[in-house]
C-alpha cells in the first residue's frame, strides 16, 4: 500500500495506536512482537489515524484490530480478504490491512487470498503463519509439516503443507515477502515496504506459538543456528549466507547450488537478487526444505521475493463509473425509470 | 378472402419451439407492441435449464407465455388458447397446457421423421397428419418453406435464412391479433441495423407472415382485443428483475449513497447484476466476487465503509451466505440480500420458480438471528419492494433479506412508473460528532434501537467491531451472561420495533372480516388475485391479503386473520408462511400447496375456494 499523506493532522505516535482494551494473547505469544512492531511502524508512514482500517478474520491472531486504535473490523474466518476487497472497492481512499493466520488466510479463506492478490487490491495482507491452529488449541494447519503431531493427528499428519510463498506467487501476487515476530528490525523493514508497494502486499511472518507449536522456527530465529538456516534477501545484492558470510548461493542453470566463499568463489559470481525477477522469485520461493533434513539444505530466505506494479482493482472499478460518467453523463432518475418504450392511458 | 373479425377480452399465447428458434424474442417482440398498444399484460418465460439441451427434444424446448387483454390481466394465465409449436417436442411438450378448442400453429417442417422421433412420438405417429389432434383448431404452415422461398434472392445462407423463421411466425400472429408491426420494424432496425443484409431479411420474412395471414385460407378468423381500462399515467413494460435493478438505483439515488454489488452469477438472479453492471453513471459498482461468501463479504465491507450494499443470489448461493449474514446482523451494518428464488433443495430446479426459502430466510443462521424479510408480488412490484428493503437496511442498521422467485423475476408486466420526484428520500446520517462524554460509543441506540454509523475516515469516531458477543454500548468483546442475555433480547427488540414502521396491513379485495380470508406473499399474487375476482363475482364471501412484510409481520395482521371463520394460504412449497401463522397467531389456516416448480393456476385457487365455501 502507498503512503496517504496528511501534511496538517499532528504527527501519530505508537501511544495513539493503543486501545483500552487488554491484550490476551498468551504470555510469549509471537503476536505481541508483531503487534509492536505495527504500532511503531504506523506513526512514521504519516497516514492520518482515522483512515487505518485493520480487517481481520477469526484466530488468535485475528484479534489484533481490537488492539489497535484505528478502525478495525474481526470478522468470520477466513472473509477478512472480502471484507478488505469490497471496502478498498468502495473507499480506495483508505489504508488497509487485513490481518490474517495460517489456518484463516490458506485453509477456509484460501479461495479470498488467491484471489485477493490475483486482483492487486491495494491492500496490506499480513500472515500470521505459526504453522498451527492457535485459537482453537493446536490441530495442524495448511502450513505443518507432513508427520506433525497434534491433538487432531496423533498419528502424525498425513498432509502436504503449502508453501505460501510460491502459492502467492502462483496468485499472481505484486508484492511477496516473508519475515518473522523474533527479528523486529526486519519486521519494521517489511512492513515499510509493504505500506509502499502499490498493489496487494502479502507478507507472510513466522510467529511463534509458544503454546502450542513452541519453537517451530526456531532453527530460524536463534542466534546458534540461525545465520546458517536463513538468508536475508536484498535487492540488487548477492545472495550471501553463513556464520561469517561465508556462504554463497549460485546459479546452475535454474539450480541453486551452494558455494564456499573462502574456497575460490567471489561474490561476483553468486545470484544477485532482483526483486522484479518472476522467475528467479519462483526459484527463491522453493527454499523451503525443512530444517530437520540435515546439513546442506538451502537457508530460508527472508525479505522481498517479489515486486512488480500492475494496475489495482479498485481504480479500474472506480475509473469506469468516471469514464461512464464522462461518456453518458450522471445518471437521470427518471430517464432510467421510463426505459425507451412508453404509453400513455388518458 | 373474406376473413371474420371477431372481438375478444383477453388471450393467452404461448410460443413453443427449440432453444434456438427465437421463441423468447418473438414472445417478448409479440408482448412490447400488445403493451404499446394499450394491452394489460403479464408473461411468463419457460426455458430449458440447459443451454444447448439437444436440438428437436423435450428438454430443448424453450416457451414464452403471453396473457394480454381488454381487461385486467393478474397472471401469464393457466391454459393457453393459442399454441405456436415450432416443432413436434415443442408440441409434445405443451398439448396439456392448451385448452379443449385452442388453436394450434404447428410449423409443418418441425414435423418430418427425425423430429417426431426426437420428440418420442410412436413410429408411423405424426400429430399433424394422422388426427389426433382432434378436438384443437389446427394451422399447419410450412414456415420453413416459406421462409426460404421470401429470402431465395437474398444471397443468404441457409442457416442464416432459417434463423429469420421465427419472424415469419411473429408476422403471421401479427396479422391474426390486428397489429401495428411499427415496434417490432423499429427493433429490427436498431438490432441489425448494422448488418443491413441481415435486417432486410428479417423485415421480409415479418411481412411475408403478416402477408401470408391476409391471403391464404389456412385462418379464416382474426381476432380484436381492445385496450384494456388502465389507471390514467405512462406506462412502461418491466420484468421483476429489471424492476429490482432499478429500485435499487432509486434507492441508491434517494439515499445520496453510491450502491456497491457483491454478487457470483446464478439462474435466475444473475440478470439483476447484467442490469446494474449497465448502469455505472448511477454511482453503482459491481463486483463479481469468486463466489458467494465474497460477494456477500465485499458487500460487508462497502457497507462498512459507508455505500449502500446490495448482493443477489439465489438458494444454493444464500446458503454460502448464511454465516456472513449472520455478521452483518451483530455488525448492525445495513446490507440487501435478494434471494431470487428457484426450485430446490441443493441445485434443484434452476429454471424453474419456487417460494420454498421462506423459512431459510426467517430462520436459516445460526445463533438467534432475527434479519427482516420482505418480498415482492409482482414484476413491477419489485421496484417498490426492494427500495422497501434499502430505506429498512439503512434507516434501522440492519441486514434484510429481499424475496422474489424466477416467475416473478423473469415474468413482465405494464407497469405505471413512479417519476423520481414521487419517491420518498431516505435518510441516511453518518454520525460525525462523538456521542459520549469519553470514547465514541458505537452501539449506542436511538429510539428506533439503531446504532449510529461512522464510517473509515471520520476523525475521532474510530472503533472496532465484530462477529463476538459485544458489550452494550461499548461494542468492545463481552462474555458476560447478564450482557449477552440483554443483547440477543436487544437484536430481537430492534428488528421487532421495525414493525411501527411499516404500513398496516391492508386488503386487496375484500370485507375486513368475513368468511374466508385468503393471506398470500410473493408471487401467488396474481393467481389468488384473479381467483377472488372471480368467487367474488359468484358471490362467494372471500378477500384477499397479500403480505409483504413477512418479518416482522405488519402490526395489524393477528387482529385481521381473526376477523375470519377460516384462512387459506396458496404457497409453492409445503406450507412454509402456514406454519410461522399458526404458530404465531395459533390459527387454524390451511394450505393450498403446489411444488412444481410452476406458479399456481388462476382456476387452482378458485376450485379450493369453492370447496372450502360450499
Ligand atoms: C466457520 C468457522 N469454522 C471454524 C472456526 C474455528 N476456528 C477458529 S480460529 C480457527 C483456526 C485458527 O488458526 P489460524 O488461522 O492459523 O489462526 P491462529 O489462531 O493460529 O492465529 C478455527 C478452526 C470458526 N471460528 N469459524
Ligand atoms: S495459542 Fe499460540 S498463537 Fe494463540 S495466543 Fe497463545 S501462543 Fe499465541
Ligand atoms: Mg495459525
New binding site residues.
Given amino acids: 500500500m502507498e503512503t496517504i499523506q496528511s501534511p496538517e493532522s499532528p504527527k501519530l505516535t505508537s501511544k495513539d495506536l493503543v486501545t483500552d482494551q487488554e491484550v490476551r494473547w498468551c504470555p510469549g505469544c509471537g503476536?505481541y512482537s508483531i503487534l509492536k512492531q505495527v504500532q511503531t511502524v504506523v506513526p512514521e508512514l504519516d497516514i492520518p489515524r482515522e483512515n487505518l482500517v485493520f480487517i481481520s478474520?477469526?484466530?488468535?491472531?485475528?484479534r489484533f484490530p481490537y488492539y489497535m486504535e484505528t478502525y478495525g473490523m474481526h470478522s468470520?474466518?477466513?472473509r477478512a480478504t472480502a471484507i478488505a476487497s469490497g471496502l478498498k472497492g468502495a473507499r480506495p481512499d483508505l489504508s488497509v490491512w487485513i490481518i490474517?493466520?495460517?489456518?484463516?488466510?490458506l485453509?477456509?479463506g484460501g479461495n479470498h487470498f488467491i484471489h485477493l492478490l490475483r486482483r492487486n487490491f491495494n491492500v496490506n495482507l499480513l500472515m500470521?503463519n505459526?504453522e498451527?491452529?492457535?485459537?482453537?488449541k493446536g490441530?495442524y494447519?495448511p502450513t505443518s509439516e507432513e508427520g506433525k503431531v497434534t491433538k487432531s493427528t496423533p498419528m502424525g499428519s498425513v498432509d502436504h503443507p503449502f508453501n505460501p510463498i510460491a502459492l502467492a506467487l502462483g496468485s499472481e501476487g505484486s508484492f511477496i515477502a516473508r519475515s518473522m515476530d523474533r527479528d523486529p528490525v526486519h519486521l519494521k523493514d517489511m512492513l515499510r515496504r509493504a505500506n509502499a508497494h502499490i498493489g496487494t502486499s502479502f507478507v507472510e511472518i513466522y510467529q511463534n506459538?509458544n503454546v502450542f507449536n513452541d519453537g517451530t522456527f526456531e532453527i530460524f530465529t536463534e542466534k546458534s543456528n540461525k545465520k546458517e538456516s536463513t538468508i536475508y534477501v536484498e535487492n540488487g545484492k548477492p545472495l550471501v549466507f553463513g556464520q561469517n558470510a561465508d556462504k554463497g548461493i549460485k546459479l546452475d542453470g535454474f539450480t541453486p547450488v551452494i558455494v564456499n566463499l573462502t574456497e575460490g568463489h567471489s561474490a561476483n559470481d553468486l545470484w544477485i537478487h532482483d526483486e522484479k525477477d518472476l522467475v528467479k522469485a519462483g526459484i527463491l520461493s522453493r527454499f523451503f526444505e525443512r530444517p530437520a533434513e540435515g546439513s546442506g539444505h538451502l537457508p530460508r530466505p527472508f525479505g522481498v521475493f517479489y515486486e512488480n506494479n500492475r494496475s489495482c482493482y479498485e481504480v479500474g472499478l472506480n475509473q469506469q463509473v468516471e469514464e461512464a460518467i464522462a461518456k453518458k453523463g450522471k445518471g437521470n432518475l427518471d430517464a432510467l425509470l421510463s426505459g425507451r418504450e412508453t404509453w400513455e392511458i388518458k | 378472402m373474406e376473413q371474420n373479425n371477431q372481438v375478444i377480452d383477453n388471450v393467452i399465447i404461448k410460443f413453443a419451439g427449440d432453444s434456438g428458434d427465437g421463441m423468447q424474442l418473438t414472445g417478448t417482440q409479440f408482448t412490447n407492441t400488445a403493451a404499446l398498444f394499450g394491452n394489460d399484460l403479464s408473461t411468463f418465460p419457460d426455458f430449458p435449464a440447459e443451454i444447448r439441451a439437444p436440438q428437436g427434444t423435450i428438454p430443448g424446448v424453450s416457451g414464452y407465455q403471453l396473457h394480454f387483454g381488454s381487461v385486467s390481466i393478474f397472471t401469464p394465465g393457466d391454459e393457453c388458447d393459442v399454441l405456436v409449436a415450432m416443432n413436434a417436442a415443442a408440441l409434445k411438450a405443451n398439448i396439456r397446457f392448451l385448452k379443449k378448442g385452442g388453436t394450434i400453429i404447428a410449423n409443418s417442417d418441425g414435423f418430418d421423421h427425425k423430429n417426431l422421433r426426437l420428440a418420442n412420438y410412436a413410429d408411423g405417429a405424426n400429430p399433424i397428419l394422422d388426427g389426433s389432434l382432434e378436438g384443437f383448431r389446427l394451422v399447419t404452415i410450412d414456415v420453413t418453406k416459406m421462409t426460404r422461398a421470401a429470402l431465395a434472392e437474398s444471397g443468404l445462407g441457409i442457416k442464416e435464412i432459417d434463423r429469420a423463421k421465427n419472424m415469419f411466425v411473429l408476422g403471421f400472429l401479427y396479422w391474426m391479433y390486428n397489429r401495428d408491426m411499427s415496434a417490432t420494424e423499429k427493433f429490427l432496425k436498431e438490432k441489425f441495423g448494422k448488418k443491413p443484409d441481415i435486417y432486410d431479411a428479417n423485415l421480409k420474412v415479418l411481412r411475408s407472415g403478416y402477408n401470408f395471414g391476409e391471403t391464404s385460407e389456412t385462418a379464416a378468423t382474426r381476432y380484436t382485443v381492445n385496450p384494456a381500462p388502465m389507471p390514467a399515467g405512462v406506462y412502461r413494460n418491466i420484468m421483476g428483475n429489471q424492476a429490482t435493478a432499478m429500485g435499487l438505483i432509486a434507492a441508491s439515488q434517494k439515499s445520496g449513497l453510491d450502491m456497491f454489488l457483491g454478487s457470483y452469477p446464478i439462474t435466475p438472479a444473475t440478470d439483476i447484476l447484467h442490469e446494474l453492471a449497465k448502469y455505472k453513471n448511477f454511482g453503482v459498482r459491481t463486483y463479481q466476487a469468486e463466489d458467494e461468501i465474497a460477494a456477500i463479504c465485499s458487500a460487508i465491507g462497502a457497507s462498512f465503509g459507508g455505500k449502500l450494499a446490495v448482493t443477489t443470489s439465489s438458494g444454493p448461493g444464500i446458503a454460502l451466505k448464511t454465516?456472513a449474514m449472520g455478521l452483518a446482523l451483530m455488525l448492525e451494518l445495513p446490507l440487501v440480500i435478494i434471494n431470487v428464488q428457484r426450485g430446490g433443495p441443493s441445485t434443484g430446479l434452476p429454471t424453474k420458480t419456487e417460494q420454498s426459502d421462506l423459512f431459510q430466510a426467517i430462520y436459516g443462521r445460526n445463533g438467534e438471528a432475527p434479519i427482516p424479510v420482505i418480498a415482492a408480488r409482482s414484476a413491477a412490484d419489485c421496484f417498490e419492494t426492494v427500495f422497501e428493503a434499502c430505506r429498512l437496511a439503512l434507516e434501522f442498521m440492519t441486514p434484510v433479506i429481499f424475496l422474489s422467485d424466477g416467475y416473478i423475476a423473469n415474468g413482465s408486466e405494464p407497469w405505471r412508473f413512479p417519476k423520481a420526484d414521487q419517491l420518498k428520500e431516505i435518510e441516511v446520517n453518518f454520525t460525525t460528532e462523538n456521542n459520549n462524554d469519553g470514547k465514541y460509543l458505537p452501539y449506542k441506540r436511538d429510539e428506533k434501537l439503531s446504532r449510529p454509523w461512522a464510517i473509515p475516515g471520520t476523525k475521532g469516531l474510530e472503533h472496532r467491531i465484530g462477529g463476538l458477543e459485544k458489550q452494550h454500548e461499548t461494542g468492545n468483546i463481552s462474555y458476560d451472561p447478564e450482557n449477552h442475555e440483554f443483547m440477543v433480547k436487544m437484536r430481537a427488540a430492534k428488528v421487532a420495533k421495525i414493525a411501527d414502521f411499516v404500513p398496516n396491513q391492508t386488503f386487496d379485495n375484500g370485507a375486513e372480516k368475513g368468511k374466508l380470508l385468503i393471506l398470500g406473499w410473493g408471487s401467488t399474487y396474481g393467481p389468488i388475485k384473479g381467483a377472488v375476482i372471480e368467487a367474488r363475482k359468484k358471490g362467494y364471501d372471500v378477500s384477499h391479503a397479500q403480505i409483504r412484510h413477512l418479518f416482522p409481520f405488519p402490526k395489524n395482521l393477528g387482529g385481521i386473520i381473526k376477523n375470519f371463520d377460516q384462512v387459506l394460504i396458496p404457497e409453492m412449497n409445503s406450507g412454509q408462511l402456514l406454519s410461522i401463522i399458526r404458530d404465531k397467531f395459533l390459527v387454524d389456516a390451511i394450505g393450498l400447496n403446489k411444488i412444481k416448480g410452476m406458479p399456481f393456476a388462476t382456476g387452482e385457487i378458485l376450485n379450493k375456494i369453492e370447496e372450502l365455501l360450499k
Fill in positions: 503476536d478474520g477469526i484466530g488468535c491472531s485475528s468470520i474466518h477466513g490474517s493466520g495460517d489456518g484463516d488466510s485453509s477456509i500470521f505459526n498451527i491452529y492457535g485459537l482453537t490441530q494447519s506459538c | 454465516e
